[in-house]
């Protein structure tokens, strides 16, 4: 049996301190240790970006990441694009173009376009699929996605 | 979750050296692990053991892309959005940066390195068959020294490599390429992102005096491990452009892979579309 | 209310990560539930043995002794266990046979692969023409879970005096749901003095089937089982008949160690285990006159139900009521069988057999007219169904119906004359690169099928509010097609009411009445229209009792409630599904009405073919349908842009691999559905026609979309490349280099 380690973390601006095994999976730490529970698990392959989170500024699966590799790091998760109850535009945006069906692709669809919108302010339909193109959705077919990404990048411009 | 948590280890050294103390201390006690986008992938689904791992990750002296007249010299540690995002690489080496953008999708990227794909040695990955079109060269290095390694030589089997299990991949060092030169990446992957390769072909000529100076080609999910096309690259090399024999060199390219069948394809759709890809790859050489 | 593009209701909880589904809720004392599966496709199970390096003791263990009431799924047919007992039969290579529960889910995994079986292991049955064969044996009625015919007229007497007969066969393959949230349940038994009170909550389509089904498992009567929806990850079928399963493991697990108990499955197990869209084998024979008028259909429709019934018979139904498709013809002959295999038994995937039948047809149409030298949408429109005619089960189209302009607009959106012209030009130089466009047209039979909706007799209802707001008392269930919220406009348009003064409740057992499953493109127009009269009578209720005068506004409205409230307590008026009188079906004979309306679609796909590659690309793609009045048109497109994306996914990467009995590729990365960059922009329009069968006159279109593309696709493969014999989804780049191979000899 492994020792845990004391993970510390700032999730979401906040620092955050817990006891979990070097290899826990960071999806797992999210969920059941801090109980953001807005990160989801679609596959635990890396393949459905359910559990994409920014990490030290950039996107990654968080199923794939274990925890040790997550020490001292930054992160955001869809618990943190709202201020309060004030939604990112990015999230008015899905929500008023129905880009979120099910809603279980959402958290990390938001989280890959905020990601892309940092990167890109103005990005052209084909720049949005590329930019969301590790995030699988079995609802939509992507077109409110698409459209609700480009409506949140129209608006910030405006 | 089917791996073990819970009977897992890990060390993180910060420096090169601590690394290359533990592995020659208890070789092939601990199981480097890098960006972890392979890795996991296996434990999580129960199908690597529980054990100890040596998280490279921390390690700065395995970061970074430098570059001088002649090479391009990543370490282990760069990661495929480094390569995507560095002007250099675009410059001299369009394949790589390809390789990069094909992988996975962009939060593999992020995580993903040059030396985990190398090391994962999966015959599948879709940097190394740009590495043997540029003719890399690897750096290895262990507490016995430091070596320099031809890739082309590196991988002799499924999962079989030219490392030692104190070693540790510190660095890949690219030549940039000179003179006029000819570029082609082709991932045929079982979607448009997000994809593994059914089957990958990277190129590079260097054209001189209207002949083919340089030649070399690599290949991905044909063969146990990336290779390269040595029997075609022969027809090719030192022709002139204008006569370049097509029938022949595809044929030759049929002996240089042993694709096999597997739950993303066919040997017969390879080998096909192996030969399509590379008759395009020389019709684009013949209008260079 | 109706018609506008209301928001999503519970929208805001999803975007902002709030929405609660089945894992994010956690107890304490909680054990996690594991399956431990068989990995024989057949054989006889002699023994379960532990094996060494757990603490077993820890462990809660069930077996199929365990089980206190009947250990089979009650379903259509009670042929299917919960567990398989020592001595019994395994019938296929995923079957349940012990559960696990534990509160360390690292050591349940490490567990529940320790578990040896000893099994004796039977040749088995691994698809369709070995199950015909009959080498073996193993279910339904020699092999046949279900046989049924549907006769219209003689294709006999037609052969001999037509002037063209073509045949042909086509396959499908089974389909993967691949919704987002995997399948998962909680479940909490209280131990009573007589008798246990059993919960359940998770992902799910259908409370009151898990409700019967836990019933049966545990003897207790409906008020001791308490099933409850979660937020649900997605269904599309997939979440309708299998939860009865994972929900009676949870809760025997629950009853056993007398604590909340988590099953939650993972990927790989739900691909492996889980139901997929029924695999199929249709032959046609076509009669058409010198003109191309149709003149005979004979129709041999197989579906590969795998090792159970589940709900095989009713999917076999649905595809061969749509196997004859759109078109006016007298002398039909459908013969359906539905076969047993050793695999895990199919299950209901949006469209439900329709998109298998309509599949073979529509595509079938492209090769008959390409024999006939018709332009495919030429050779349809002299075909159409009109007013008046007559369908295959002898139904008669009695609404306004114009298929014909249905198709024109498509062609014209699609640009269909000129893209085929110019497509020719360009695919006859050595470009590479070569494209088509191709259409499908096809309807979609609403609710249930014949007689299906009157066994149900569902129930709504609306329920006065303390607050003066109403609720609407349905158990069907939200799964991200927006019923809440299309719920909400229908209950807020017959009350004249905004629609913030209407709740949706939770679909809880203990709630809401059994409105029936959320399947069969049903939701919105046999419910929606229950939860109408439901709405009228409320308002006539309050009216009558003096609390409300018309006209009123909202202020008023929300007052009379609550006096309403104040004075009754709780006021609830409920409607139920009675038969329309003009409606007729005979069950025994497949004559009749067989669903109250259709739905009516046309689709046109445009794809480019790299032939270095064998890879294609869907560029751009139309889908245009009437489904009578659209309620919301924002929820109504996302729903259509969906299904037409996994019937994209159907046609061209959707291959489930099997080896022995098993999926093999039961990993995303390896079970290919598309991205963001492998799909078009996917335009959709809607015909209004209002029904007045369906709220404010809508009709069913969840399961429309699915029926559409794959035929589309293909067609339009055939017109990039020319007349091969593309007979088979989905058309992968190995198939499709085999299929030019053939093609060129």
Known sequence: MAEKIRLQLTVNGEPRSVEVFPMARLVDVLREELKLTGTKEGCGEGECGACTVRLDGRIVNSCLIPAIQAQGSELLTVEGLAEQEHLHPLQQAFHHHNGAQCGFCTPGMLIAAEDLLRRCPNPDEGQIREGLSGNLCRCTGYVKIVDAVKAAAEGGRA | MRGY?????????????????????????????????????????????????????????????WEDETTLRFGALTTFSEMRDCPSVHRHLPNLVKSARATGALAI??????????????????????????????????????????????????????????????????????????????????????????????????????????????????????????????????????????????????????????IRSTVHYRRVVTANVFQQMLEELAHA | MIGIPAIRKEGRAKVLGRARYTDDKTFRCLLYGATVRSTVPRGILKAIRFGEGIPWKEFTIVTAQDIPGENRVAAIVKDQPFLVEVGGMINHAEEPVLLLAHPDRYLLEKARRAVILEVEELPAILDIQSSLDRAQIIGGNENIFKELRIEKGDPASVWARAAHIIEGAYRTGAQEHLYIEPNGMLA???????????????????????????????????????????????????????????????????????????????????????????????????????????????????????????????????????????????????????????????????????????????????????????????????????????????????????????MDRTLQEIGYTEKRRSFAVINATDEPIKRGVGISVFMHGCGFTGSGETYLASVAGIEGLADGRVAVLAASTEIGQGKD??????????????????????????????????????????????????????????????????????????????????????????????????????????????????????????????????????????????????????????????????????????????????????????????????????????????????????????????????????????????????????MTPERLLECMEVACG
């Open chain 2, 5 to 65: 948590v819970p009977g897992c280890e890990v060390k993180v050294p910060v420096t090169l050296a601590e690394a290359l103390d533990v592995l020659a201390a208890e070789p092939g006690g601990w199981r480097p692990m890098a960006g972890g986008t392979d890795l996991m992938v296996l434990f999580n689904a129960g199908r690597m053991p529980a054990g100890r791992f040596l998280d490279l990750s921390r390690i700065e002296e395995l970061r970074g892309i």
């Open chain 2, 109 to 262: 990227q992020n995580r993903g390195t040059l030396g985990g794909n190398i090391a994962n040695a999966s015959p599948a990955a879709d940097t190394p068959p740009s590495l043997l079109a540029y003719g890399a060269e690897l750096e290895l290095v262990s507490l016995r020294g430091r070596r320099t390694v031809a890739y082309d030589a590196f991988h002799q089997g499924y999962k079989q490599m030219d490392l030692a299990v104190d070693e540790l991949v510190a660095g890949i060092r690219v030549p940039k390429p000179q003179g006029l030169g000819f570029h082609f990446y082709r991932k045929v992957g079982t979607r448009q992102a997000q994809a593994i390769s059914k089957l990958c072909l990277a190129a590079y000529a260097r054209i001189e005096g209207g002949l083919i100076a340089e030649f070399r080609v690599g290949l991905g999910s044909l063969a146990p491990a990336p290779v390269r096309a040595r029997r075609a690259e022969a027809m090719i090399l030192g022709k002139p452009l204008t006569a370049l024999q097509v029938t022949a060199a595809r044929e030759a390219l049929m002996a240089d892979i042993c694709p096999i069948d597997d």
């Open chain 3, 188 to 406: 909490i038994v209280a131990h009573g003095d007589h008798e246990d009170q059993v919960t359940v909550c998770g992902s799910l389509q259908c409370p009151y089937y898990i409700q019967k089904a836990l019933m049966n498992l545990f003897g207790l009567p409906a008020d001791k089982v308490r099933i409850v929806q979660m937020e649900t990850g997605g269904a599309f079928g997939g979440k309708e008949d299998y939860p009865s399963l994972i929900a009676g493991h949870a809760a025997l697990l629950a009853w056993k160690s007398g604590k909340p108990v988590k099953l939650i499955y993972d990927r790989e197990e739900d691909m492996a285990a889980t139901t997929k869209r029924h695999p199929s084998r249709t032959r046609m024979k076509t009669a058409f006159d010198e003109a191309g008028h149709l003149l005979a259909l004979d129709i041999d429709f197989i579906l590969d139900a795998g090792a159970y019934a589940t709900l095989s018979s009713v999917v076999l139904s649905r595809g061969a009521i749509h196997a004859a498709g759109v078109y006016r013809c007298s002398n039909t002959h459908i013969h359906a069988r539905a076969v047993a295999t050793n695999t895990p038994p199919s299950g209901a995937f949006r469209g439900f057999g329709a998109p298998q039948s309509l599949f073979a047809l529509e595509r079938h149409l492209d090769v008959c007219a390409a024999q006939l030298g018709l332009d495919p949408a030429e050779l349809r429109r002299k075909n159409f169904l009109k007013i008046g005619d007559t369908m295959a089960t002898g139904q008669v189209i009695q609404e306004k119906l114009d298929l014909a302009g249905l």
């Open chain 3, 485 to 730: 919220t299309v719920f909400s406009q229908i209950a807020s348009e017959a009350l004249n009411i905004p629609m913030e003064l209407v709740e949706v409740a939770q679909a809880d057992t203990k709630v809401v009445p059994d409105s029936g499953p959320t399947v069969a493109s049903r939701s919105t127009m046999v419910v929606g229209r229950l939860v109408e009269d439901a709405a009228y009578a409320f308002k006539q209720a309050l009216i009558q009792q003096g609390f409300l005068e018309e006209p009123y506004t909202p202020e008023l409205f929300r007052e009379a409630v609550r006096r309403s409230h104040a004075r009754f307590g709780t006021v609830k008026c409920y409607t139920q599904y009675h038969k329309p009188p003009h409606i007729e079906w005979d069950d025994q004979t497949y004559r009749g009405d067989a669903y109250p309306t259709f739905s009516w679609g046309c689709y046109a796909a445009e794809v480019a073919v790299d032939t270095v590659t064998f890879e294609v690309k869907v560029e751009d793609f139309v889908a245009i349908q009437e489904v009578g009045r659209v309620i919301n048109p924002v929820l109504a497109a996302g729903q259509i842009e969906g299904g037409v994306a996994q019937g994209i996914g159907w046609a061209l990467w959707e291959s489930v691999e099997w080896k022995g009995g098993r999926m093999v590729n039961n990993q995303m990365t390896n079970y290919i559905i598309p991205t963001s960059v492998d799909l078009p922009r996917i335009r959709v329009a809607f015909l209004e026609n209002p029904h007045p069968a369906g709220p404010g006159g809508a009709k069913g279109l969840g399961e429309l979309p699915m029926d559409g593309p794959a035929p589309a696709v293909l067609n339009a493969l055939q017109n990039a490349l020319g007349n091969l014999r593309l007979d088979e989804v989905p």
